[in-house]
């Protein structure tokens, strides 16, 4: 008779032949769909640089449109990645978080017969880093959430700090990128390549200002407010690539760019509504509505409060926190409060304050590694004032900020800013850039075509094509789109009668990431077809930082409601969206060209565990890990402080410590 644990594996046996063979039937059978669909339509969408980039002339031409650009032919850049951990106590918890840049150098040549272009890594003394480990003890914790033992049932603080070591990764990586780039070093970087999707990190963390705790945060004599919430959120601004947008959730930020551009503290709203073509009804909606006329849901910012005398017991007054007011068709940020106090807000000097409280507070955490770099104090809705620990939602809104200011900073400096993500299971080109031209635009050669189910994600989409298609060589790359596409697709719907009608979808029906912010793309940079079995490299993502210089007049997709209503959809109220978006591989698109020259040039093919990715990355990835592991021993071993306390420890970390 077989044992229960010998049933308990031929079980298993069985169900993993069994789910095996039928994820071979589904990856093949929608592996051929792919390969249909990409000789149909799709290989009209991909950008084969190979050819172009063996030509000489057109590789001296490209040098040219780099120097140009760039204005230098040495690119100096950084590649930055990131580690973090946690190791959990029985009374505190110590989150380690690390961010590591790895520096080099390209030298465009064109001194020979054939342009050439020169890599050079720099020694690891010149690579820099961002090192933060934060010890919280729970014991504190309960201190900073009140007086009294409340005997409730919810640990929220506890929650809450749960996840706080990838958000502080998140943030060293950004603040290392902020930090180089404003710097006033020789090695000014021209090219930063970052291990992450900088468009899905702002829509990972973007939230409504009311939600953001660090209102309230002392700083150079005056205290993070919710009207500098709201204007640092509204940013980057660039009115050459339509920043802010025109579409209905961001309306208010175009209003608060106005006063940025103008350098007023009022501006004229049918002037505005003349200017961009909108409807005056729907600016003056915005300039009544939230975030702007302000946020009821907290309480004034003051160490005494403001107390309302009239009522017993005296009950401390709300904070409308109003970042402008509206009188009669003008909006103006110098205005008499509901409390009767005299507002004079600047929104630059406001943005200006924000970046300065953003680069303390990481200079803080990073660098001079304070003890209390991650606590503050903040006035609670009975009138006290309370300590309070920097919790996720705080960390997001630092990492909302350095993301803005290095965006606009890379504007003015004129740095390229490259983002790569490896192993994203997304459908962001397949499903929803796609759905938008077929349904959307009604591209006559994919509207009428047959598609049969495809691959899972995009990357497995191509990566199948790849293997089958001879005629692909590597580096290519798809045509860029929008990366505002995460957050719009279509959506199918069926009336009573069974009609099937199809409307323009966003997040909740309204909120549309930024549009004309980052361009995204699929590559893939190594390809070798000596063998039988082709030999690839993945399939990665690319988001390219659009700039004034190359993007100002990209292709534009008109998908405003009255356009999409002729071609028989739904009407959305989505207000005026016009993401950018590329149909043909053949468009020209000197931003893209630039950036996979670049990208393909730092693919050394070196490593085979990382064939066809950038080596500057994989560089940066080493150091990051060394710098956790090193932070991992150096953490692990301050038990030797608790021994003398065994009940210190948890008793999972003690049972494991002892081997049999």
């Known amino acids: 008779m077989p044992s229960e644990i010998s049933k308990i594996l031929n079980a298993y046996q069985r169900t993993l032949r069994e789910t095996k063979s039928r994820y071979e039937t589904l990856y ?32 001296r031409q490209l040098h040219r449109d780099i120097r140009r650009t760039l204005g230098t032919d040495t690119i100096d850049f950084i590649a930055i990645d990131g580690s973090c951990n946690k190791d959990p106590f029985n009374d505190f918890i110590v989150f380690s978080a690390c961010a590591y840049g790895a520096k080099g150098q390209l030298k465009l040549n064109d001194s020979g017969d054939r342009p050439g272009i020169q890599y050079r890594r720099w020694e690891l003394e010149r690579d820099v880093s ?15 959430i009140g007086e009294k033992e409340d005997f409730t049932l919810s640990d929220q603080d506890r929650i809450n700090l749960a996840g706080v070591h990838t958000k502080l990764m998140q943030l060293a990586e950004i603040y290392l990128a902020y930090s180089v780039v404003t710097s006033s070093s020789i090695e000014h970087p021209r090219l930063v390549l970052l291990d992450l999707l900088p468009s899905s990190v702002m829509a990972s963390i973007a939230g409504s200002p009311s939600s953001i705790n660090l209102g309230g945060y002392q700083y150079d004599r005056r205290r993070l407010d919710f009207r500098d919430i709201v204007v640092a959120l509204a940013h980057p601004f660039n009115s050459a690539l339509g920043l802010p947008n025109k579409n209905r959730f961001r309306l208010h930020q175009l209003i608060l760019g106005e006063l940025h551009r103008s350098q007023q503290k009022q501006i004229d709203l049918p002037e505005i509504a003349k200017r961009y073509g909108l409807s005056l009804e729907t600016l003056i909606q915005a300039a009544n ?60 000097e406001s943005w200006s304050f924000t970046i300065a409280l953003f680069r303390s507070i990481c200079e803080r955490i990073f660098r001079a590694k304070e003890p209390d770099a991650m606590i503050y104090q903040v006035v609670g809705s009975d009138g006290k004032t309370r300590e309070h620990w920097l919790d996720p939602t705080d960390i997001d809104f630092l990492t909302a900020v350095g993301m803005r200011a290095l965006i606009e900073a890379c504007w003015e400096q004129k740095v390229m800013l490259i983002g790569i993500a490896k192993d994203s299971a997304s459908r962001y080109f397949t499903r929803n850039y796609l759905g938008v031209l077929r349904c959307g635009l009604q591209v006559p050669e994919l509207a009428d075509l047959e598609v049969g189910r495809l691959p899972w994600t995009d990357r497995m989409f191509f990566e199948f094509v790849a ?176 021994r003398a306390s065994p009940l210190s420890r948890t008793l999972r970390s003690i049972r494991d410590s002892y081997r049999r």
Not at 130 to 144: K, S
Not at 343 to 348: G, L, Q, S
Not at 510 to 528: D, E, M, N, P
Request: aromatic fraction near 10%; glycine fraction near 8%.
């Open 28 to 59: 093949t059978s929608r592996g051929k769909n792919a390969l249909d669909f990409y000789r149909q339509y799709a290989n009209r969408l991909i950008r084969n640089y190979a050819p172009a980039f063996r030509d000489v002339g057109a590789r």
């Open 289 to 348: 509505g939230q975030p702007l006329y302000g946020d009821t849901s907290r309480f004034i910012e003051t160490a005494d409060g403001i107390l309302d005398t009239s009522v017993s017991p005296a009950s401390l007054l709300p904070r409308s926190a109003r970042v402008g007011r509206l009188s009669g068709h003008v909006f103006s940020t110098q205005f008499t409060s509901d409390t009767g106090q005299q507002i004079i807000f600047d929104v630059r």
């Open 130 to 144: 961002m090192v933060a480990y934060v010890p919280v003890p729970f014991a504190q914790l309960a201190d900073a």
């Open 467 to 642: 293997t089958l298609e001879d005629n692909l060589e590597s580096p290519w790359a798809t045509c860029e789109f929008d990366s505002a596409f995460m957050t719009l697709w279509i959506a199918s719907f069926r009336d009573s009668t069974g009609m099937e009608t199809f409307k323009l979808g966003a997040v909740k029906d309204y909120i549309v990431a930024h549009t004309g912010l980052f361009a995204r793309s699929l590559a893939q940079f190594f390809i070798s077809r000596k063998k039988a079995t082709p030999l690839m490299g993945h399939v990665v993502f690319v988001d390219r930082l659009m700039t004034p210089e190359l993007d100002s007049s990209c292709p534009k997709l008109d998908l405003t409601s009255g356009v999409l209503e002729a071609r028989g959809l739904m009407s959305h109220a989505l207000g005026d969206v016009r993401p950018m978006g590329y149909q043909n591989g053949t468009e020209e698109n000197l931003g893209q060209d630039m950036s996979t020259y670049l990208l393909s040039c730092l693919t050394r093919n070196h490593y085979p565990e990382v064939i066809g990715y950038p080596d500057p990355l994989h560089k940066a990835d080493w150091g990051a890990k060394t710098l956790g592991d090193q932070l991992k021993r150096t953490i692990r071993s301050s038990e030797v402080a608790f």
